[in-house]
């Protein structure tokens, strides 16, 4: 079992920080400023709800599959390292692809590719910290994985604003080679069969699903057009630019929020602080469609950011509670990661269709904004329904080597 010491769960969650790089950088500015400039660009918004929701469905279809045939080669003696550098290697060959194409078609081949790797890697890494972290513990491990995320999601908006879309690709897949190194230091050790090792129930799990859903909802309608919002409504200089410095402000909201509630969520329930995180998101959401001025923003930003650090840790931890047995911790963190996948599906697509009624003019993300409110109101009310589980045992997974002898210390 590693430690709570900061080199143990650093180098543990290091591996978020890519994959929330290459995902805040990609769908909120890369793809819709690339798109923007492809001879096809007149119907971007369509062209953008429907790659959005395509690339979502490889994150809900791919990993509760692989995430079987991890937890299977698991318990036969093997590691989830190898899927997790195979995802990556598939992720980086997508995103350099993506930075060399010119026109719709193979664009959205290398960003399917891309989807693809990032969804192998995912489905065997989130397997790693409740293997390898005391229960006890992984409020405070999810504490480290909502900072990790933060900072990558931060990284990823900066470059992304400040860079033309094919350089973000290129860096997006820098920063995953270089994630790939962390993983390969990753001890994992020996896998001892944890015998059905009971953690929650099927009802949890529906609960958290479901919260987790609603409240996705409403991220991703705000973040997959807040550029759109820009460029339509508010007919700044450079969408890009606001979108990035909105999103900047958002996160720097988190961070601050995201690993100290993560601690706390080991010493009191963890839905009561899900519960309370919803409501500062809820009022930037309508706060944004009640009076989207540009002065105001930036207290929409932050009160969002205060909401979504708590809800990005303790949702987290939430979910590996929620995890009915160890032994197929990876399929069933594939299956909850479809709360995550499923909104990137079907929240495009009704932005979109509201969007399209309207005109894309001023009422329209005013709608997609009064929706998103309400469905963070919903999660944050949902969530509460979780019911108190009995405390799990210690998963049964022995370290093959020292920590220090992994760091070379």
Excluded at 192 to 219: A, I, K
Excluded at 331 to 354: E, F, K, N, Q, T
């Amino acid at each position: 079992m590693l430690s709570r010491g900061v080199r143990d769960q650093s180098l543990l969650n290091a591996y978020w920080f890519p994959l929330n790089f290459q995902g805040s950088a990609l769908i909120t500015i890369a793809v819709p400023a690339a798109l923007l400039k492809f001879p096809t660009a007149a119907g971007h918004v369509q062209q953008l709800a429907i790659l959005a929701s395509v690339l979502a469905a490889i994150s809900i279809f791919v990993p509760p599959p692989l995430g079987v045939l991890s937890d299977h080669l698991r318990r036969r003696g093997g590691h989830r390292r190898p899927f997790i550098l195979l995802g990556a290697a598939l992720n980086v060959a997508g995103l350099v692809w993506a930075a060399y194409t010119h026109s719709l078609w193979p664009f959205s081949a290398a960003l399917f590719f891309a989807a693809v790797g990032q969804s192998v890697s995912t489905a065997a890494y989130q397997a790693l910290i409740p293997e390898v972290v005391p229960p006890e513990n992984w409020g405070t491990s999810a504490g480290y994985y909502g900072v990790a995320s933060l900072l990558g999601a931060v990284g990823g908006l900066v470059v992304a604003g400040l860079a033309s879309p094919e350089a973000t690709f290129v860096w997006a897949a820098v920063v995953v080679a270089l994630g790939g190194i962390t993983v390969a230091l990753t001890p994992e050790g020996r896998y001892v069969e944890p015998e059905h090792v009971h953690v929650s129930d099927w009802h949890n799990f529906f609960v958290v699903f479901t919260s987790r859903f609603l409240t996705l909802t409403g991220l991703t309608l705000l973040s997959t057009f807040v550029l759109y919002f820009f460029n339509d409504v508010e007919k700044v200089d450079s969408p890009k630019v606001s979108t990035m410095v909105f999103g900047v402000l958002a996160l720097v909201g988190a961070i601050v929020t995201a690993f100290w509630a993560g601690v706390l969520s080991d010493r009191v329930p963890r839905k009561f602080i899900l519960a309370i995180a919803g409501i500062p998101m809820a009022l930037a959401a309508l706060g944004f469609a009640v009076a989207p001025q540009q002065q105001y923003l930036i207290y929409y930003a932050l009160s969002f950011g205060l909401g979504y650090g708590a809800f990005t840790s303790v949702g987290w931890a939430i979910a590996i509670d929620s995890v009915p047995q160890m032994r197929d911790v990876a399929r069933d963190l594939g299956i909850w990661g479809m709360a995550s996948g499923l909104p990137l599906v079907i929240a495009p697509i009704i932005g979109g269709w509201l969007l399209a009624r309207y005109g894309n003019t001023l009422p329209g993300y005013q709608m997609v904004f009064m929706l998103a409110g309400l469905t963070f109101v919903l999660g944050a009310v949902s969530v509460l329904l979780v019911r108190p589980a009995a405390k799990p045992r210690a998963v049964q997974v022995e370290r093959s080597e020292p920590m220090d002898r992994v760091l070379g210390a």
